[in-house]
């Protein structure tokens, strides 16, 4: 169920990005079933699924921090991914869910938070700068021929 509601919510959010082709191969390998169970099976990762009307409508995804960064470590926390289908955004469920997220990351013994985001993503940018989120590097990030420029931000603990 993850897995597919995460290939939905990539697709609908950003599919509109990249080639079909491209798509395709991205998801088959970054939202299949096993890499989500790896990222699950590890101890310090956590998933939430939101429910409406029996459904389920987004998820958030949180787990050790891989973003390409000098500065992380392994104690640094990550939220990976959060998302929800496009007819259930605007209405405040998306913070709801990234308070849980972050509440739950703030428990646990990492160093500090990480979020990669699409520079041009602006809601969501606004959205985590709010949650005292600074910007603290860049990267790329590629899906076939596309190259997408992401911002990295950084909460110390304690700040949010
Ligand atoms: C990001 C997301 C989870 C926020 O959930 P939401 O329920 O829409 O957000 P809320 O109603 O709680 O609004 C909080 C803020 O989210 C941001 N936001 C709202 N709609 C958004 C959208 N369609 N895309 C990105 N961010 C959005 C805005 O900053 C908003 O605050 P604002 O109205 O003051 O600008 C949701 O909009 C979503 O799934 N967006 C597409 C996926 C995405 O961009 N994920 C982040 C990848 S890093």
Same mark, same amino acid.
């Given at each position: 169920?993850?897995?597919?509601?995460?290939?939905?919510?990539?697709?609908?959010?950003?599919?509109?990005?990249?080639?079909?082709?491209?798509?395709?191969?991205?998801?088959?390998?970054?939202?299949?079933?096993?890499?989500?169970?790896?990222?699950?099976?590890?101890?310090?990762?956590?998933?939430?699924?939101m429910e409406a009307?029996?459904?389920?409508i987004g998820?958030a995804? @949180? /787990?050790?921090? #891989?973003?390409?960064?000098? $500065?992380?470590?392994?104690?640094?926390?990550? =939220?990976? &991914?959060i998302?929800l289908l496009?007819?259930w955004r605007g209405d405040g469920r998306g913070s709801r869910l990234l308070?849980t997220?972050?509440?739950?990351?703030?428990?646990?013994?990492?160093?500090?938070?990480?979020?990669?985001?699409?520079?041009?993503?602006?809601?969501?940018?606004?959205?985590?700068?709010?949650?005292?989120?600074?910007? @603290? /590097?860049?990267? #790329?990030?590629?899906?076939? $021929?596309?190259?997408?420029?992401?911002?990295? =931000?950084? &909460?110390?603990?304690?700040?949010?």
């Amino acid at each position: 169920m993850l897995a597919s509601l995460g290939a939905r919510t990539f697709t609908e959010t950003f599919g509109a990005l990249y080639r079909a082709v491209d798509l395709a191969a991205f998801l088959a390998e970054s939202y299949s079933e096993a890499r989500l169970a790896s990222y699950l099976c590890h101890p310090r990762a956590a998933a939430w699924v939101m429910e409406a009307q029996r459904e389920a409508i987004g998820y958030a995804l @949180v /787990g050790p921090c #891989d973003l390409p960064h000098p $500065e992380v470590t392994a104690l640094c926390g990550e =939220l990976k &991914r959060i998302y929800l289908l496009k007819d259930w955004r605007g209405d405040g469920r998306g913070s709801r869910l990234l308070q849980t997220a972050l509440g739950w990351l703030e428990a646990q013994d990492f160093s500090n938070l990480w979020i990669g985001v699409w520079s041009e993503n602006h809601g969501a940018r606004r959205l985590y700068e709010r949650q005292g989120f600074v910007k @603290v /590097g860049e990267y #790329d990030f590629c899906v076939g $021929e596309a190259r997408d420029r992401e911002f990295i =931000l950084r &909460r110390d603990r304690g700040r949010g």
